[in-house]
């Protein structure tokens, strides 16, 4: 079964490396690989040092598409237990979860830390200065993030979200720094969706940010948006063990 297409797992197919196969939780087949590959390196496994299995083994080993196994790998390096070499494979670099998310050019500490003094008074301006056509994209965002099942359509979608509220605010520094941390906010989004499970708990928050924005609240619209990253920052504490 290509656990891609659904949240059902299958038993995964023989690893041609020799490794051994083993059924899969009932999980999205992303959160499922990354659960198994991160069980394996904290429980030694997999020494510190060695090099994982190719995608294409991996993907043929958990019967899920390499997209999938690379969402995965994302999130293992996202969290610090392995580094990705172009062109030579990936590695276990610890057996720990870091203390701190690498997002690319940014880590989770750095978002955390900034996105309170963008963020918020962006939503406040975008409900006193969106215009039409802006509310419109921010509503047709929500509703096709409130239909999107596959992970990383979703995750794009996040990120025009919150870059479409800096443009909406009206101010080009706030739309300038969203847009420089964009990728940074992808890749932080798509490691708390596999090892936290927050796409639907965001969802019902950008419906509420989007609703402050559309009926002129500017208050409303940066308490919700306050909240959005109050509780981003929570699910980065519990991955985190902080």
Not at 24 to 30: C, N, V
Request: with cysteine.
């Amino acid at each position: 079964m290509n656990l891609s297409d659904s949240r059902t797992a299958g038993q995964p197919a023989s690893d041609p490396e020799g490794a051994a196969s083993r059924p899969l939780p009932r999980l999205s087949a992303a959160e499922a690989v990354f659960n198994a590959l991160r069980g394996e390196i904290e429980t030694g496994a997999v020494d510190v040092g060695a090099k994982l299995s190719s995608e294409t083994a991996l993907a043929q080993r958990y019967g899920v598409s390499r997209s999938v196994v690379r969402e995965a790998l994302r999130s293992c390096n996202a969290l610090g237990l392995t580094v990705t070499k172009t062109g030579k494979g990936t590695f276990v670099v610890a057996d720990q979860v870091a203390k701190d998310l690498v997002l690319g050019q940014y880590s989770a500490r750095d978002l955390t830390e900034a996105r309170p003094h963008i963020e918020v008074p962006a939503a406040g301006l975008a409900a006193q200065r969106r215009t039409a056509e802006e509310l419109g994209s921010l509503r047709d965002i929500v509703a096709a993030m409130a239909a999107e099942d596959d992970p990383e359509a979703w995750v794009s979608l996040d990120s025009s979200f919150h870059a479409t509220i800096a443009r909406a605010s009206g101010n080009k520094v706030f739309e300038s720094v969203v847009a420089d941390i964009r990728d940074a906010l992808a890749h932080q989004s798509e490691t708390l969706n596999i090892v936290a499970d927050r796409q639907l708990a965001s969802d019902r928050e950008h419906q509420r940010i989007m609703q402050a924005i559309e009926t002129g609240d500017a208050a409303g619209a940066r308490a919700a948006m306050s909240e959005h990253l109050h509780a981003v920052g929570s699910a980065l504490d519990s991955i985190l063990g902080r």
